[in-house]
C-alpha cells in the first residue's frame, strides 16, 4: 500500500527533528549572539580547519549517495545483477588513489575550487568557461536529477502529491545548506547513520522474504537461496554473451573507462573535493579512507535488494508492481520493496530515502554557491566584496538554484530517461577531457592552456562522434576485439561506453601532449603547479586501512569474478 502509518511518520518526524536540531545547533555555536558570521566565507563554504575525518567520510557518502543509488542501481541490480556493484568497490580504491594524489596537489597550492585550480594552472578563461559550464551542468542536469527522482521515490512510498515532495525536499535542503559546509558536514553524519540504518534493514527484509519463500528464513538463508536462484546475478566481470555487456564490457570496468568514471568523479568534482579542502593533509586523507570503507558496504544496501527483487519477481511474488505503461520497469525495484515493509520500519527506510536525498541535494547547493561566489561573483561582479557579502551572496545562491531545480526538473523528462547507466553514460560525454585537463595538469608542467581548452570542448565532439559512428558506418569489424557490441539483436554495432570514454580519454591525452609541445617549443611560458615527492608519502595507519580495503576487493572480484 502506498501510504505510510502513523508511526512510520513518527519515525520520520524524529528523523527529521534530530537532524534539523543538531544542524541548528551547530550552526548556533560558530554564530555571534547576534546571529552574524564569526567565520569568513573559507569557514561557510569549505568549513575550513572544523571536519573531523569522519564527518569529512560521511560527508562524502552522503553527498554521493541518492535517488541516484537507491532506485537506479537497485534497478540495475534486478537487471544485471552484482556486476553494477563495481561502480562502488571501485569507487574505494579511487578514494584511496584520490587522497594520496590528488588532495596533497591542492592542499599544498591553496585550492578550494575547481575553477580556481584551472585559473591557477592554466588562464582565466579556462576556469571562467568551465566555471558556466559547471554551474549549468550542476543546477540543470545533477541538482534536478537529485530533486526529481528523489520526489518521485519519496512520493511512491507515502503517496504523498509529487510536486509537495519536490518541494518539501528543496525546503529540508535549504535549511540544512544555509549553514554552510560545517553544518552539512556534521548533520551528514546523521544522515548516513539513518541511510546505512534504513539500507540495511530493507536489504535484511528483502533477503528474508526469498527465504521464506523458499520455506527458511533469516537472511543467510535468503542470500544463499539468491546465489542458486539468481547465479547469473553474481558475476562482477560479463562476457561478451551477456545482454547486458554494453553496459559493462568486460575488464574495462578493471583496466579501462570505468577509472575515468571514479577518477573524475571523486578527484576532479566541487561536489566532493570540496569536503576535503578545507582539512588539513593527515585528517582529509583519513576522511577519504573512512569514505572508502563505506563505499564496500553500498552494494549490500542498493544492489542486494535489487537481486531479491529479481528472484521474487521470477516467482511471481510481484504482479503488476514491477510493471510501468505495460512493460517491465527495474528501477520500480526499491520502491516496491520498501511499500511491501512492515510499520515502524518503512518509516525507517522512508528516512533513509530522504537522508540520501537531501544530504546530496544540500552537498549540491554548497557546491553551486561555492563555484558562483567565489569563481564568478568576486571575480567578475565585485573584487572587493567583503567576507560578509560573500556568504551573503552564497546563501541567496543556494535559494536561487534551488528554486531553479524545483521549477525546472518537471519539464526535463528525467523519469523518462532511466536510472543509474543513463547518467552514467551521458556524463561521460563531458569526463574524459575533463579529467585529461586535470590530470596533465597536475603532473606535467608543459601543459598549455590551449591543450586544456582543446581537451574540454575536444572531448566532448569525440564523444558525440563516436556516440553517432554506428549510425555513419558498420562496426561489425571491432567485435571480433571486443570494441563493438550489439545491444540487441539486428541493432546496429556500437562502442559500449565505458569504452568510449577511455578512447577519448586517451585520444585526448595524445593531443594535448602535442599542442602543448607545439607551443612550448614555440615560447609558450606554462604555469605548474608546486608539486614534490614528499607530498605523497601518507601516514602508517593510511597505509594499514588502504591494505586492508585492496585486500577485501580483492577477495570479493576473486569471489564473484
Not at 6 to 26: E, H
Not at 249 to 256: C, S
Not at 426 to 440: D, E, N
Request: charged fraction near 10%; proline fraction near 3%.
Amino acid at each position: 500500500m502506498n501510504q505510510l502509518a502513523t508511526i512510520d511518520y513518527i519515525v520520520f518526524f524524529v528523523y527529521f527533528t534530530i537532524v534539523a536540531g543538531y544542524g541548528i545547533w551547530i550552526y548556533r555555536r560558530k554564530t555571534g549572539h547576534d546571529g552574524t558570521m564569526e567565520g569568513d566565507s573559507k569557514d561557510y563554504f569549505l568549513a575550513e580547519g572544523s571536519l573531523t575525518w569522519w564527518a569529512i567520510g560521511s560527508s562524502l557518502i552522503a553527498s554521493n549517495i541518492s535517488a541516484e543509488q537507491f532506485v537506479g542501481m537497485s534497478g540495475s541490480g534486478f537487471k544485471m545483477g552484482l556486476a553494477i556493484a563495481t561502480y562502488e568497490w571501485m569507487a574505494a580504491l579511487t578514494l584511496i588513489i584520490v587522497a594520496v594524489f590528488f588532495i596533497p596537489v591542492y592542499l599544498k597550492n591553496k585550492i578550494f575550487t575547481m575553477p580556481q585550480f584551472l585559473s591557477q594552472r592554466y588562464n582565466g578563461t579556462v576556469a571562467m568557461i568551465m566555471a558556466i559550464f559547471w554551474l549549468a551542468l550542476y543546477v540543470v542536469v545533477n541538482l534536478t536529477s537529485i530533486l526529481y527522482l528523489g520526489a518521485i521515490a519519496v512520493s511512491s512510498i507515502s503517496g504523498l502529491n509529487l510536486t509537495f515532495c519536490m518541494y518539501a525536499l528543496a525546503a529540508f535542503a535549504i535549511i540544512i545548506t544555509l549553514g554552510g559546509m560545517k553544518v552539512i558536514g556534521f548533520t551528514d553524519v546523521i544522515q548516513v547513520f539513518f541511510l546505512i540504518l534504513g539500507g540495511l534493514a530493507t536489504t535484511y527484509l528483502a533477503l528474508n522474504l526469498v527465504a521464506e519463500h523458499y520455506g527458511q528464513s533469516g537472511v543467510l538463508a535468503g542470500f544463499s537461496q539468491m546465489t542458486s536462484q539468481a547465479n547469473d546475478h553474481f558475476h562482477m566481470i560479463l562476457e561478451r554473451e551477456n545482454p547486458n555487456y554494453s553496459a559493462l564490457p568486460g575488464l574495462t570496468v578493471l583496466l579501462g573507462g570505468m577509472w575515468i568514471v571514479n577518477l573524475n568523479y571523486w578527484g576532479c568534482n566541487q561536489y566532493i573535493t570540496q569536503r576535503a579542502l578545507g582539512a588539513d593533509l593527515p585528517t582529509a586523507r583519513n576522511g577519504l579512507l573512512f569514505a572508502a570503507f563505506l563505499k564496500l558496504l553500498m552494494p549490500i544496501i542498493v544492489v542486494l535488494p535489487g537481486i531479491a527483487a529479481y528472484v521474487l519477481y521470477k516467482e511471481n511474488v510481484f504482479g503488476t508492481e514491477m510493471m510501468q505503461n505495460g512493460e517491465l520497469n527495474p528501477d520500480r525495484a526499491y520502491p516496491v520493496l520498501l511499500n511491501i515493509l512492515p510499520v515502524g520500519l518503512k518509516g525507517l527506510s522512508f528516512a533513509a530515502l530522504t537522508a540520501a536525498v537531501v544530504a546530496s541535494l544540500a552537498g549540491k547547493a554548497n557546491s553551486i554557491a561555492t563555484i558562483f561566489t567565489l569563481d564568478v561573483y568576486q571575480k567578475v561582479f565585485n573584487r572587493e566584496a567583503s567576507e560578509k557579502k560573500l556568504v551573503s551572496v552564497g546563501k541567496i545562491t543556494v535559494v536561487v538554484a534551488m528554486l531553479l531545480g524545483v521549477l525546472i526538473a518537471p519539464h526535463l523528462g528525467i523519469d523518462k530517461k532511466g536510472g543509474f547507466e543513463f547518467i552514467q553514460e551521458y556524463t561521460g560525454f563531458v569526463s574524459p577531457g575533463i579529467f585529461a585537463m586535470f590530470i596533465l595538469g597536475f603532473f606535467w608542467k608543459r601543459t598549455t592552456s590551449s591543450a586544456a581548452l582543446f581537451a574540454t570542448v575536444g572531448g566532448f565532439v569525440l564523444s558525440v562522434i563516436l556516440k553517432a559512428l554506428p549510425n555513419l558506418t558498420d562496426l561489425s569489424g571491432l567485435s571480433s576485439i571486443g570494441f563493438a557490441v550489439q545491444p540487441s539483436p539486428g541493432a546496429p554495432y556500437e562502442i559500449p561506453f565505458l569504452d568510449r570514454m577511455g578512447i577519448v580519454f586517451v585520444l585526448c591525452v595524445l593531443a594535448m601532449v602535442v599542442i602543448s609541445l607545439i607551443e612550448t617549443g614555440r615560447g609558450v611560458k606554462t604555469k605548474g603547479l608546486e608539486v614534490d615527492a614528499s607530498m605523497f608519502r601518507p601516514h602508517r595507519g593510511f597505509v594499514i586501512g588502504s591494505t586492508v580495503i585492496i585486500a577485501l576487493l580483492t577477495v570479493l572480484y576473486t569471489i564473484y569474478w
